[in-house]
């Protein structure tokens, strides 16, 4: 995890994590309440059948510091209760701070903590902590054993190591982990072999690393499936298997992940050469996420993909608000049957949240048209589904070989350019004449060989506070089919918080968004067309968001 001072806030129906009473503020959703302090998930897992978030967090204010590993337990992923802290600074090696790291399930169904944390000469120890009574199924307290550290920084720069991953097995007899960090500006993982998991020994090489990238924070290693949705224990072994490699970049604040092969024989990972291993290489999220944590849930047999999008509004405002930061929602992740990159989707027990529905089918819009969706639900809580058509792709504009940056290129073809086919999409949270809004769509280019879509997350209009708010314009580029001409899109609009997957979730968007005219009831949702082509709604299916238990 960053160790800067950044600040986080669970939100709406994403999980609150509560651990003081604050009164509701601002555009804190309904669906919770506010909560003070600086978080991110560190080690999420299934075990017993309960759902364990452990996250950073500051019980005593809405800034960054203080930093302790909350716990909250859930039975869905949904409906959320708050417990006491797990782990805070309480020995010689973390004296000085409790910082991220992962969950792993021992054999004989025993789970374990491992955890960066910093002593009293401000080195970043490797340590472990385990649950003091195994009976109590919610494993309220853990204990940090007198053994610790077991991985100390010897031969790597002691200030840039840490965020141990999730453990795996391999059939030599040895325990498997990564470690982040850096050489001047190689970003490194490194790994350690152990055949007791106390006793870390740091294999000669780097499992990767990859120059010019800086530090390499919250690394995530994991196997997937080459077909179906299934997910895989980290420790899983077959044939044909692909590996995801995910860093996060301490530089930009952004991610990117890899997918490739993994030799345990040579303990090396090697990329395909089908994405970017670096900067410009493929992420899971497009906007406001980082320091995101995967974990196998053997309940589903699924991947969970955990995320959070630091806050866009100022310090100040933060501490008058009393929280700062948000959850993202979790979504389950596996490889798109291309091979070449992953696909996330809400967890499917979001759905039991949703309430109101309204729809529209078979709706023509014309050029510069816009038609507002549903004046029975909330449109400041809202999870939305659509599927566009579109008669023909002639019109589309011809691309640019140099338009490699797509969040550039939304800049400068926002939603109000009129182009080809598209702009074309929703604009969500916004007021009744448009003064503020946050519009998510697609735009279709025309290159020789392909057709190239544009996604874009605008945050450009979606506030009239003039100050404090880092308005960005997300996008992404959509590796797609459009033999059928169809694009799909999936929102979830919540007062201060967009998250949108486009095509199925080949390309997904979060934006920060603070409205002063679009909230709660003055909120709006219209579907919009700005090509010149025309475009149909095929299917639109809006529902209000219920309420789940939150950590109250």
Known sequence: MALKPLTWFIQSFNLLLLLQSNKLTGLDSIFNLPSTGSMVQTGPMYYNGIYHLFYQYNPKGAVWGNIVWAHSVSRDMVNWQALEPAIYPSKPFDIKGCWSGSATIMPGNKPIILYTGIDSKERQLQNYAVP??????????WIKPDNNPLVFPNGVNASAFRDP??????????????????????GIAYLYRSRDFMKWTKAKHPIHSKEKTGMWECPDFFPVSPSGKNGL?????GPNMKYVLKVSLDETRHEY????????DKDRYVPDNTSVDGWAGLRYDYGNFYASKTFF???????????????????????????????TIPRSLWLDPNGKQLLQWPIQELETLRGKNAEISNKVLKSGENVEVGTGITAAQADVEVTFSFPSLDKAEPFDPSWVDAEKLCGQKGSTVKGGVGPFGLLTLASEKLEEYTPVFFRIFKAPNKHVVLMCSDATRSSLKATGLYKPSFAGFVDVDLADKKLSLRSLIDHSVVESFGAGGKTCITSRVY????????????????????VTIDKLSAWSMNKPQMNA
Do not use: C
């Open 132 to 141: 003091k009574n195994l009976s109590d199924p919610y494993l309220r307290e």
């Open 165 to 186: 991953t999730t453990a795996w097995w391999e059939d030599d007899g040895h325990w498997r982990m990564l470690v982040g960090s850096r050489r001047k500006h190689r």
């Open 233 to 237: 224990n980290t420790s899983y072994s």
């Open 257 to 264: 992940y890899t997918v490739g092969s993994y030799f345990n």
């Open 297 to 327: 849930d053997a309940s589903r047999n699924r991947r969970i993909l955990w995320g959070w999008a630091n806050e866009s509004d100022s310090k100040e405002d933060d501490i008058r608000k009393g929280w700062a930061g948000i959850q």
């Open 515 to 534: 409205p002063t005219l679009a909230i709660f009831n003055n909120a709006h949702l219209f579907a919009f067309n700005n090509g010149n082509e025309t």
